[in-house]
């Protein structure tokens, strides 16, 4: 077994293929848009703030891969949009297919037989590689899916015929 292609393999798997969790395009799928701006409770952000806070932290990541000129946004503030920032249909699908957009590109570098993934980045923290930075994103994908998975179920917002 070619033991590259196949860690190439797995973590190409474990951004773009429903695994052990739900994907992102279930979780978003059939959203009801007149519940993008809503409030789940005790919850300080809306449902299109969840889906924008896993866009802006995943380009950022993206970003990090591969700007030798990259600058840290500032935490919190620059990775999720303002508490009273709302949302339009067509800016809810903007942040949904700029996520999966972002999302491929990080495949794409994974799946480079010229990325090195186990090289530090050039620009990067002590430790830093590209398959650190691939599991991060991941891990914090498939948390926040789950929040909006959860959230979406606990305000009755799938369809009657989700199975």
Known sequence: MDQDKELRK?????????????????????????????????????FWHLVEHLRLTQWDILDYIRNPGYAAPSWPDDYWPARDATADPAAWQASIDSFLADRQSLADIVQDPATDLYAQIPHGSPGHNVLREILVV??????????????????????????
């Open 138 to 163: 991941a891990d914090h994908n498939a948390y926040h899916i789950g929040e909006l998975a959860i959230q979406r179920q606990n305000m009755s917002l799938w369809p009657p015929d989700r199975k």
């Open 10 to 46: 797995q973590l190409t798997n474990l951004l773009l293929v429903r695994q052990a969790h739900m994907s992102f395009e279930d979780a978003v799928a059939d959203f009801p848009l007149e519940h993008v701006n809503s409030r789940p409770p005790n919850n300080p952000y809306t």
